[in-house]
Nanobody
Framework: QVQLVESGGGSVQSGGSLRLSCAAS????????MAWFRQAPGKEREWVAT???????NYADSVKGRFTISRDNAENTLVLQMGSLKPEDTGMYYC??????????WGQGTQVTVSS
């Protein structure tokens, strides 16, 4: 079955960097669109970035210029490189995938905490 496992979360100070990874299994990675979402305490889950199956990349305005999404189809991984982190980036970060819209499958999440 499809499985997504995130890693790389942690605690950093404002201005710092973190690299999140998502290991995918159970399907042909290159055929799927992949995305990162996040959810802050008491808030709804929000979209962060997408790398679709046509290699198009998009970012939420709140992270544009600071985060970079990339994928390695040979290794079945999705990466989110996060820089210039702000306290408002704090939250649980989820990897998701789907054939068209990347919301069919979800990982368990990895926590990111940014302190000021």
């Amino acid at each position: 079955q499809v499985q997504l496992v995130e890693s790389g979360g942690g605690s950093v100070q404002s201005g710092g960097s973190l690299r999140l990874s998502c290991a995918a299994s159970g399907y042909t990675h290159s055929r799927y669109s992949m995305a990162w979402f996040r959810q802050a305490p008491g808030k709804e889950r929000e979209w962060v970035a997408t790398s679709d199956r046509y290699n198009n990349i998009n970012y939420a305005d709140s992270v544009k210029g600071r985060f970079t999404i990339s994928r390695d189809n040979a290794e079945n991984t999705l990466v989110l490189q996060m820089g210039s982190l702000k306290p408002e980036d704090t939250g649980m970060y989820y990897c998701a995938s789907g054939l068209v819209i990347p919301q069919d499958y979800w990982g368990q999440g990895t926590q990111v905490t940014v302190s000021s």
